[in-house]
């Protein structure tokens, strides 16, 4: 959406909360604070929620040299720019983990000899974002800011369902562009380890 900034964003949703707008992130007001400090969970949270076809990528995914320590056979570096916010699924659907390595940061663990991965990434231009991600951020910024604003913790409860609503619409839209993709649950895929025989759970959340 051209010419959207993030101050915008935030200033929709504190006219939700009945608050006056802010002109920066910088007005070293308590509300400027609240809403630089909360702005960036807000899209997160809005952009891993479900897969926007702006924020879905098909990426090889580079192999580490060292094997993991235990448990799998590979491990491969997550992007960091676009920074990769969640892995959605392997190609096939193999098993996969996503953790942590001391020298290489986030990785994901696999059996498989090469890593082709669907996963959603951070979308910092809000031009490539669609019109129903920009309200859910919306919604899902008032909801963090509610408390803050107007002392109701029942507000924010009420605003994240209203978001939960929204991504309906979300995946809907987007499944409209194209041939819907199956998910495996990201905790409770469950293949089969052939070197040990016995059944694992692989979780896909980040």
Known sequence: MAGLTQIEIANSALRQLGALPIRSFADETETSDACRDEYPKARDAML????????????????LDDPPAWGWTYQYSLQTEPYLLRVLQLERNAPFEIGADESQGRVLFTDEMVAHVRSIHRIDDLGR??????????????????????????????????????????????????????????????????????????????
């Open 48 to 63: 891993e929620a479900t897969p926007w076809n702006f924020a879905t990528f098909y990426r090889k995914l580079a192999r």
């Open 129 to 206: 974002w669609n019109g129903l991600a920009v309200e859910a951020c919306i919604k899902y910024l008032a909801a963090l800011l509610a408390p803050m604003v107007t002392g109701q913790q029942t507000r924010k409860t009420a605003l994240l369902e209203e978001f939960q609503r929204m991504l309906g619409s979300g995946m809907d839209r987007d499944a409209h562009e194209g041939t819907p993709h199956v998910i495996p649950p990201n905790r409770m895929l469950v293949a089969v380890r052939h070197r040990r025989g016995t059944l694992w759970r692989a979780g896909g959340n980040l």
